[in-house]
């Protein structure tokens, strides 16, 4: 099961004057519509009131409208898709682009991407992750959360703040 060694919950942080962009893919819908879901809870939950969902075609296009987001002015931007392995390569090629353009486009641009791509053997294994009813995971939520506490240390690190933490003090 996914999800071992995960950090505590903490409570939300407070994004309050952020801004957010979520961007899900629209194949496996209701895997897609679950982790959008656990995304918006999580944005709530931060009092982000400044966001945008937008849908793409697959989990392909996802970096390079992360990119467009990402010029935006965006603080953060929560990538959400799914891609479930079949009996080809095609399953890692588009991993493996999708992991590495998400990345690039978090360091290029300097902001958090969120990552809540799910990449399972099965669709069960997605269904488990994706924060429906029964689920065990909300990766929606984690990515979410995760990408709005970045943009909140990046904003306190680019104005000279909160190195004590960072040093252990």
């Known amino acids: 099961m996914g999800g071992y060694g995960a950090p ?17 893919t629209r194949w496996h819908q209701r895997i897609t519509d679950g982790l959008v879901d656990g995304a918006s ?3 709530t939950e931060c009092r982000v009131e400044d966001s945008a969902l937008l849908r793409v075609p697959g989990a392909f296009e996802l970096p390079v409208a992360a990119k467009a ?7 953060a931007v929560v990538a959400l898709g799914v891609v479930i392995r079949g009996g080809t390569p095609h399953f890692d090629y588009v991993c493996r682009a999708v992991t590495d353009g998400l990345t690039r486009v978090a360091l290029d641009a300097g902001i958090p991407v969120g990552f809540g ?9 997605a269904l488990d992750r994706c924060g429906l ?8 939520r984690e990515a979410a959360m995760a990408a709005v506490e970045t943009a909140l240390l990046l904003r306190r690190v680019r104005r000279g703040e909160g190195h004590e933490e960072a040093a252990g003090r």
């Open 8 to 24: 505590p919950t903490t409570s939300a942080p407070d994004g309050h004057g952020l801004r957010v962009a979520v961007l899900a």
């Open 41 to 43: 809870r999580a944005l």
């Open 133 to 140: 009813d029964g689920s065990s995971e909300d990766k929606g």
């Open 117 to 125: 791509v799910l990449t399972c053997d099965t669709e069960a294994q």
């Open 69 to 75: 987001l990402a010029q935006q002015r965006y603080d």
